[in-house]
């Protein structure tokens, strides 16, 4: 993606999506858009017209915190929009640009990370990246997202929410969930714009669904650290879950999510039944080897 045009149309649709009501303006007369102009974001923001048109014209290079910070209060970014518009000029400084570690081409996950999975069984648990594909789960995290892992999703939210078709089951508000799920990867867009995986991935969902195109344009961003979502399992129902994100230090750029139910609920009492089956699910796995011997040697006597 281009730097200055990501710049461009992010910043005019935050100006687009501030009325002049929300800025404190008083105003009079018709207007042609709803939004703020330029001139008056200028104004907020304590810059000349001319200079304000060179940053949203994507000009992001060379202009310092102070005048982005006076941007955001002027826009009323969130943290997260904020943290965007900073990481979009990071990118357009070049020399800012942070070393960047060589990551293999198959990610493999350390045994202590894996061992630190497993030892969480009373909620799904799991890695991910900022391309939103699942990269380690615990048993029961694979036993909650397994529709993500045996269809069109291939192990990766974004294509499981809008390129499945049992995403609008899984999630009962597909609306939100689908708004969250872009807002995740445009920010990631912003952190990495070089991110060749990422590049496809967006352009793959641009051009297989309406939806997510649509959202795509909007440029909203968001951090995705804590909250409680709603799900519909295939097998066991409705389950409230409350999730907690951690970045993780060694591994820059992934993420650890645990997900919970509240203590003695009827979703506590779900995942317990989930987990159960998936136990059973897999001894009845392991235990399939095991008899396909015992009837082939009894089938040579």
Same mark, same amino acid.
């Given at each position: ?26 105003? !009079? ?28 014209? +994507?000009?992001?290079? +060379? ?11 002027? &826009? ?8 965007? &518009? ?5 990118? %357009?400084? $070049? ?21 630190? &999975? @497993?030892?969480? @069984?009373? $909620? ?5 990246? $900022? ?9 029961? +995290?694979?036993?909650?997202? @397994? ?24 999630? #009962?508000?597909?609306?939100?969930? %689908? ?30 669904? @309406? ?5 795509? $344009? %909007? ?35 992934? !993420? ?19 987990? !159960?089956?998936?136990?059973? %699910? ?6 399939? #080897? ?12």
């Amino acid at each position: 993606m281009d730097n200055r045009t990501e710049a461009r149309e992010f910043l005019m649709s935050r100006r687009a999506n501030l009325s002049p009501e929300q800025a404190g303006l008083t105003v !009079s007369g018709q207007r042609r858009v709803a939004g703020l102009r330029r001139s008056e974001v200028a104004m907020l923001a304590d810059v000349s017209p001319e200079y304000y048109a060179k940053i949203e014209r +994507g000009n992001l290079a +060379g202009v310092s915190d102070a005048v982005l910070e006076s941007v955001v209060r002027a &826009l009323q970014l969130d943290d997260a929009e904020r943290e965007h &518009l900073f990481d979009l000029a990071r990118v %357009a400084g $070049g020399a800012a640009q942070p070393v960047r570690r060589r990551r293999p081409k198959t990610w493999v996950a350390r045994e202590s990370l894996t061992r630190a &999975l @497993d030892v969480i @069984d009373h $909620g799904p648990a799991f890695v991910r990246n $900022g391309r939103m594909d699942i990269l380690a789960t615990n048993a029961l +995290g694979r036993a909650f997202y @397994d529709e993500v892992f045996d269809g069109p999703g291939q192990g990766n939210l974004a294509r499981f929410c809008f390129l499945d078709t049992r995403a609008t089951a899984f999630y #009962p508000d597909w609306e939100a969930a %689908a708004d969250i799920t872009v807002s995740i990867l445009r920010t990631e867009a912003g952190r990495d714009p070089r991110d060749k995986q990422l590049h496809d991935l967006i352009g793959e969902l641009c051009t297989r669904s @309406d939806a997510f195109r649509t959202r795509w $344009g %909007a440029h909203n961003v968001r951090r995705h650290g804590s909250g409680t979502k709603l799900f519909v399992h295939h097998d066991v129902g409705e389950i409230t879950l409350t999730y907690e994100g951690m970045e993780l230090t060694a591994e820059p750029g992934l !993420s650890f999510l645990i997900y919970t139910a509240e203590p003695g609920s009827p979703s506590q009492e779900r995942l317990q039944l989930l987990a !159960s089956l998936a136990a059973t %699910a897999k001894r009845e796995l392991d235990d399939e #080897p095991a008899s396909q011997a015992a009837e082939t040697k009894e089938t040579k006597r």
